[in-house]
């Protein structure tokens, strides 16, 4: 396990070794929450990489990535534990066959750990020999609100009760990094006690780096293309604009298909892969993406021309 | 922030104190008048009060009064207006006037300069004068001039609302227990202990048989929790709709303190969210703020370009969770439903149920033929006519209404 990065550029450098491409403002708020050992509560569109963060952080710094996926009605059974009843009825069916009568021994025996079934929450605050967790809360907003009051309780103090247990306390404190697409808006309470980052789609030269990140190889020009048409669809006027996540499918689905180059046909063939509502691909299919082509062809020109 | 400064007041201190716990009294009643929960328990407590701090000066009577019978932030103002009205006694000020204060040369405390007074508060002090009903008051039966026009020209304006009255705000009050209706219901993943309830709690039953030892195992039940889906506003508030938008917007705040999913938006020719403007308690100080901050009062409208900015840039954020949308308009649209189709169709794609409420309808020859209206209609679950928009009830029954989201819009004529 690596002791968690000193600097700005360290942290930079970090998420670069697992070939995460972060700017200077998301490597910023990152470590601030490691240093101060307060959550970072990232939010954005679906697909700028936000999910990604928490992975690349657990691979890096060597540590285990617990993930709680969060959902409408998630409650504390499935989010923190549960006993394992069928055992226990089973324990308590023996025990009254072997003719044990004694009670206060059945029930230490019943809700002993081994009946435990330990959910997300409760793993990463566990103790465990490899070390303090990054406790990945993902899709926050899709739970509801009595949920996200119970989480501000374990967030502050990061213990659990568990009535036949006791309190469950992490030696350590968990990294952790909450994520929400913003289907609806978290309570400010909760914010308050995180760093907060609103996760950009990336501008063309980061696009760039990032595709040569994740997918090593693609002939220059190529990138070059992409990146382009990709960053002139996010200024036109759609209901679902592509993310990082699209460009690397889309990328991927080029290659595939043994592209070196974008050509219109291929555009509207593949088109699939960048957007994900039929209106909007009524909207560019055809003329649109020619035009757009034809911009994007013009600029990797004169780029060329010039040596960038 | 009330201005207590050179504010020490010697009369006070002379006044006979018989006489003077009668005016806290009658300051109390004024407050209860004025819509502050003011019992008799809080005027005596207020005496004693006033005993333990002594009649000093006028800023200690203040603070002491303010301690005890203020105990929300958004009743601050309303005690704050009422203190320097009630306690402003003009034979204390001519006493004043002849000493030649120094401060009185402040255009501030100037007895010349009337403050705006809150509307309520001014019924308050004067109990005599009956509320409402005076000349300039519109008619509650409204007739509607059908012409199909608006106004071509976006009036920026802040609009300066009328306050509530106390009668209103009762009105309001008893709307809002009304309010308290089954509003559709949908099942959620959580489960409460019910003893009749269809599911067995395992958790529950094994710590309830190991009370017992494990002798026996009596099964608990638990049932799932239902609860009522989000809802999402989107009023009108152009020039054709202005008479109905302060009764909305009363009933928007009603709902916002009674129910805890709520999102409200205006539209004109701008989209505006005044969500949080509303969650101000005080009624008058929601009002207030929304006048603030909505720009296009009474002007045109331009339905299909705020839907399109709502679907843009607030839809995925306030209709997740299976909310339940309300329109209220009445679907005559500046552009003549340009580009309102698309819209409508894709917000009715992404909410459990849309509701449209139009004021038009209440005309039996009433037929959707402006072109917003037609090209609004096929995405509509339910269509209501509301007789009289100014009339809480008829929105209330509209919404406790349960049905299922239809693929063919039903219209309905409210009772």
């Not at chain 1, 009254?96 to 605050?125: C, H, M, V, Y």
């Not at chain 1, 996760?199 to 990138?223: H, K, Q």
């Not at chain 2, 105990?71 to 203190?83: G, N, V």
């Not at chain 2, 009205?85 to 034979?91: E, G, L, M, Q």
Request: net charge negative; glycine share 6%; hydrophobic share 40%.
């Amino acid at each position: 396990m690596r002791p968690a990065p000193s600097s700005v550029d360290a942290t930079q450098d970090l998420l670069a070794e697992g070939r995460y491409v972060a700017d200077r403002s998301l490597a910023t708020a990152l470590f601030l929450a490691l240093k101060l050992g307060r959550p970072l509560f990232l939010e954005g569109e679906a697909g700028v990489g936000k999910t990604e963060i928490a992975k690349v952080l657990g691979d890096t710094l060597g540590r285990r990535l617990v993930r709680l996926q969060c959902y409408e009605g998630l409650d504390v059974a499935s989010a923190v534990y549960e006993w394992n009843y069928p055992r226990q009825m089973l324990e308590i069916r023996l025990a009254e066959a072997g003719g044990e009568a004694n009670r206060d021994a059945l029930a230490k025996d019943i809700f002993a750990e081994s009946f435990l079934i330990r959910r997300p929450l409760l793993q990463a605050l566990e103790p465990h020999p490899a070390g303090p967790a990054v406790l990945l809360i993902d899709e926050l907003d899709r739970t509801d609100e009595p949920f996200e009051a119970f989480l501000l309780e374990v967030l502050s103090d990061f213990q659990i009760t568990i009535p036949e247990l006791g309190t469950i306390k992490a030696e350590e404190p968990p990294i952790v990094i909450i994520t929400s697409n913003r289907t609806r808006e978290i309570h400010d309470a909760l914010k308050r006690r995180c760093f907060y980052h609103w996760v950009d789609y990336p501008d063309a030269r980061r696009e760039a780096e990032i595709i040569e990140a994740r997918l090593p190889g693609i002939p220059e020009r190529l990138t070059a293309e992409i990146v382009g048409f990709v960053q002139r669809l996010r200024k036109t006027d759609l209901f679902k604009l592509p993310g990082v996540a699209e460009t690397l499918d889309w990328t991927q689905a080029l290659t595939t298909l043994d592209r070196l180059e974008l050509d219109p046909r291929t555009i509207n063939d593949t088109l699939g892969a960048l957007l994900k509502y039929q209106d909007d691909i009524a909207k560019i299919q055809g003329s649109a993406a020619e035009r757009l082509l034809a911009d994007v062809k013009n600029e990797v020109a004169a780029n060329q021309a010039v040596g960038v | 922030m009330a201005d207590l400064t050179g504010m020490d007041d010697p009369v006070i201190r002379d006044l006979p104190p018989g006489r003077f716990a009668l005016n806290v009294m009658h300051f109390a009643r004024a407050l209860r008048a004025a819509g502050l929960p003011v019992g008799p328990g809080r005027v005596l407590e207020a005496l004693r009060a006033l005993d333990a701090v002594g009649f000093g000066s006028r800023q200690d009577l203040y603070w002491t009064l303010h301690a005890v019978f203020v105990h929300r932030r958004d009743q601050k103002e309303l005690f704050d207006q009422a203190f320097h009205i009630f306690w402003r006694n003009p034979k204390l000020l001519e006493r004043l006037m002849q000493l030649v204060l120094p401060q009185l040369e402040n255009a501030e405390h100037s007895p010349v300069k009337e403050p705006e007074v809150s509307r309520r508060l001014s019924e308050a002090l004067a109990p005599e004068r009956r509320p409402a009903e005076t000349a300039g008051e519109e008619q509650q039966e409204v007739e509607l001039d059908a012409v199909m026009t608006f106004s071509d020209r976006e009036m920026l304006q802040a609009k300066d609302f009328e306050q509530m009255s106390a009668a209103e705000l009762e009105e309001a009050k008893r709307a809002i227990r009304r309010l308290r209706l089954p509003l559709m219901q949908v099942p959620t993943r959580r489960f409460r202990p019910d003893p009749a309830g269809p599911r067995v709690d395992l958790r529950q039953t094994l710590r309830r048989s190991m009370r017992e030892g494990g002798a026996s195992i009596d099964l608990a039940r638990k049932r799932r929790i239902v609860r009522t889906p989000p809802l999402v506003v989107l009023c009108d508030i152009s020039g054709s709709m202005s008479r109905y938008s302060r009764m909305i917007l009363h009933f928007l705040h009603a709902l916002t303190s009674d129910r805890e999913r709520m999102h409200s938006f205006l539209f004109g020719t701008r989209l505006t969210n005044i969500t949080r403007d509303l969650r101000q308690r005080d009624v008058d100080v929601a009002l207030e703020r929304v006048g603030r901050n909505v720009e296009d009062w009474e002007g045109g409208t331009r339905i299909g370009a705020c839907l399109r900015d709502f679907n843009r840039n607030w839809s995925r954020r306030v209709l997740g969770q299976g909310a339940v949308l309300l329109m209220i308009t009445d679907g005559l649209d500046r552009e003549a439903g340009a580009g309102l189709e698309a819209e409508m169709e894709r917000l009715h794609k992404s909410c459990r149920r849309l509701i449209w409420l139009n004021p038009l309808m209440r005309y039996d020859q009433y037929a959707p033929i402006a072109a917003g209206a037609k090209a609004m209609r096929p995405h509509v679950d339910v269509m209501h006519s509301v007789h009289n928009l100014d009339c809480l009830e008829d929105l209330v029954s509209v919404l406790s209404e349960v049905g299922p989201r239809t693929a063919e819009p039903v219209t309905s004529l409210a009772a």
